[in-house]
């Protein structure tokens, strides 16, 4: 009897927490879910892209050689853009990272270097981690990186946003993201069909921008539905 109590009691724990979150789940999809929008891929997708790089001051950003912040107060960066290559900060540990030369990377527990599995554990989770967070703080700056496709988006309200596709090695495409652009061709929000998220078309914010002491341009702060996440406090030198 004991034990069946147990497992009553158990049951009832688990549906009490876990029934709560499984309806909003259910009304976050039907409410935000959305097919993936067309769009033309081609020169006027191109143009819209130049103006959205040109209202971030572009130049200003691929002129500055040191970028600093901090992932949801969990994970510190010490971006030397300019030699590039990277500190990681994050509990114990820190990571030395050399986009160059893979073979100079570095990684430290209380500030003693490891060496072995133990570094390549660590060195392989600050690689995840950069390639993560550096996209919250400077993805519209890579729409033409070679492994992007750009096309032109027309809303239901008229206005033109840009689909940006992560292309694979393969060719295959991967992650779609949709910017939302202000009326000075500013990025304010971002639409993501991404393998990582369960529901397409989630929308994140993008309206927190700051004027580093280099001239670029870079956010602060994002919200996805109810949750928000900072980027500490962000840095930009030449």
Sequence with gaps: MRYKKSIKL??????????????????????????????????????LAKKMLDALDYDAYVNTNYI?????????????KNKNTCLVYWKEYKVDLNFNDT???????H??????????????????????????????????????????????????ALLVTYKTQNSHPQDSYLWIL???????????????????????????????ESGAQLPTFHSILIMGFDMGLVKGTK
């Design 10 to 47: 158990i049951a009832g724990i688990v549906i009490f927490f876990t029934l709560p979150s499984f309806l909003f789940l259910g009304f976050v999809y039907f409410k935000y879910n959305e097919d993936i929008p067309f769009g033309i891929q081609g020169e006027k997708a191109d143009v």
């Design 68 to 80: 600093e912040w901090t992932f949801k107060k969990k994970r510190h960066y010490k971006w030397y």
């Design 103 to 109: 073979t100079q990377n570095k990684a430290y527990i």
């Design 111 to 160: 500030n003693f270097k490891v060496d072995g599995n133990q570094a390549k554990s660590l060195i392989n989770e600050a690689s995840t981690h950069f390639k993560n967070d550096v996209f919250w703080l400077i993805a519209p700056y890579d729409v033409f990186n070679k492994d992007i496709e750009r096309r032109l988006v027309t809303l239901n309200n008229g206005g033109q």
């Design 182 to 212: 202000d009326k000075n061709n500013k990025p304010k929000k971002l639409k993501m069909w991404t393998t990582a998220l369960p529901i397409d078309g989630l929308e994140a914010s993008w309206n927190d921008w700051i004027i580093t």
